[in-house]
């Protein structure tokens, strides 16, 4: 098991590390902070890659779930013709 420090999840997620503290807080779907030392904190590093990889296949989803919606809509319209 390897700990990420927050500047290394930082680059990893492309969030801020107030973001970071506030999902850690708020999402619970987000890894858990590990207490590292007074005023340190990390991510254990797999627990970030499957939340990384969730969180991948949810916007895929979302965006074949919008593909199909404007298609959908676009029959719509030319069926209106």
């Keep these: 098991m390897r700990i990420l420090t927050i500047p ?3 680059e990893r997620t492309s969030l801020s590390r107030a973001t970071i ?3 850690a807080e708020s999402d619970p779907s987000f890894p858990a902070l ?5 005023g340190r904190t990390g991510i254990d590093e797999e627990e970030l890659d499957a ?5 991948k296949q949810a916007a895929e ?4 779930d919008r593909q199909a919606r404007m298609r ?3 029959q719509r319209r030319l069926g209106r013709r």
């Design 8 to 10: 290394e999840v930082a």
């Design 21 to 23: 503290y506030r999902r």
């Design 34 to 38: 590990i207490p590292l030392s007074a």
């Design 51 to 55: 939340w990384l990889t969730g969180a």
């Design 61 to 64: 989803a979302r965006r074949a």
């Design 72 to 74: 959908q809509l676009a």
